[in-house]
Structures are given as C-alpha cells and as structure tokens.
C-alpha cells in the first residue's frame, strides 16, 4: 500500500513557474514507477510525465517537452514536478501516481497502469 500526498500548485502568472512535489509512504516507494497526470475542467485525466523506479528513464507528453521535468529523490520517498514557461492551458488539477515498473505500452501513460493516487493540487496559469 502506497498513500501519495502532492504539495505546491496555486496561482500562477503564464511565463512563470511553479514546483509540485508528491510524499510518498511506506517503504516500496523506490520499487514502482511514478508519474504526473493532469485533469482540467470538463476534460479527461492527462499523462503528463513519468519516470522509471531508479529515476534513469523520463518520459513527457509532447505539449510539456521541455518545459516540465519529473525528478525523484528515493531517499526521500518524493517526485517532483517542475514547470516552467506555464500555459493557461496547463491549468488543471495534477495527480501524481504510482504504478508498475514493469508496465509496457499504453499503460506507461493511462490512467489505468497507476495503483495509487493523490488526492491532487490545483495549478491555475492566468493569462
């Protein structure tokens, strides 16, 4: 069992930046795979980035390449999220999740390859 606590988010003006981090308990933290997914109003849940369980391999969606990095201290149990250069249209609510190293495919990015959620943090970008 793994309970994820994100932080950070808020009000943002657009061209600026913000950091998310997510907490981790239990002590398997460094044994799954973690990611960021997004969900704004009215919109399906987004794969935003991931990162392998050694914190070796990262991977984004296009719309947030180079942009965003995922990063992952394992001593601490914590991912992060930075954003930088916001959009409005990174407005949403992000959830970090945990999910299977093992997972191949479309699960590295669905919803549906995470076990365990955030209760999710409100990032608003202002135009």
Do not use: H
């Not at 919109?43 to 947030?64: H, L, N, P, Q």
């Not at 954003?83 to 949403?92: F, G, R, V, W, Y």
Request: charged content about 15%; aromatic content about 12%.
């Amino acid at each position: 069992q793994v309970q994820l606590v994100e932080a950070g988010g808020g009000l943002v003006q657009a061209g600026g930046s913000s950091r998310l981090s997510c907490v981790a308990s239990g002590r398997t933290f460094s044994s799954y795979a973690m990611a960021w997914f997004r969900q704004a109003p009215g919109k399906e849940r987004e794969f935003v980035a991931r990162i392998s369980s050694s914190g070796g391999t990262t991977y984004y969606v296009d719309s947030v390449k180079g942009r965003f990095t995922i990063s992952r201290d394992n001593a601490k149990n914590m991912v992060s999220l930075q954003m930088n250069s916001l959009k409005p249209e990174d407005t949403a609510v992000y959830y970090c999740a945990a999910g299977s190293p093992m997972n191949t495919g479309f699960l590295r990015t669905a919803p549906s390859g995470y076990n365990y959620w955030g209760q999710g943090t409100q990032v608003t970008v202002s135009s």
